[in-house]
């Protein structure tokens, strides 16, 4: 499996911008499908975006759509979250995560989770 390891997270104020970056090793990233998710206090896990092994595709959640762009180097074997507009709703942990099924929001088809990084949204 690959190891991943989030960074990046920090507290911002409301309309702020934040990047991501999940860094991995063990295997390379660029047969996988990678993903974000983000945890709140108290709420379930929830997906957030996801990027085909090319980058040719992209999928997110409505709540982030406009606001938040995935993006990856695997070359670098590194996967990326801008996150601009932050609101107060978007405070979470954030974790990034690989598939071997493209397109998918569904946490259970995801295999290798990083530990993840902390995104507070100050108003």
């Known amino acids: 499996q690959v190891q991943l390891v989030e960074s990046g997270g920090g507290r911002v104020q409301t309309g702020g911008s934040l990047r991501l970056s999940c860094a991995a090793s063990?295997?390379?990233?660029?047969?996988?499908?990678m993903g974000w998710f983000r945890q709140a206090p108290g709420k379930e896990r929830e997906f957030v975006a996801t990027?085909?092994?090319?980058?040719?595709?992209?999928y997110y959640a409505d709540s982030v759509k406009g606001r938040f762009t995935i993006s990856r180097n695997n070359a670098k074997n590194t996967v990326y979250l801008q996150l601009n507009s932050l609101q107060p709703e978007d405070a979470a942990v954030y974790y990034c995560?690989?598939?071997?099924?493209?397109?998918?929001?569904?946490?259970?088809?995801?295999?290798?989770w990083g530990q993840g990084t902390q995104v507070t949204v100050s108003s």
């Open positions: 995560a690989a598939s071997d099924i493209s397109d998918t929001y569904n946490d259970r088809y995801y295999h290798s």
């Open positions: 063990g295997r390379t990233i660029g047969s996988y499908a």
């Open positions: 990027i085909t092994w090319s980058g040719a595709r992209t």
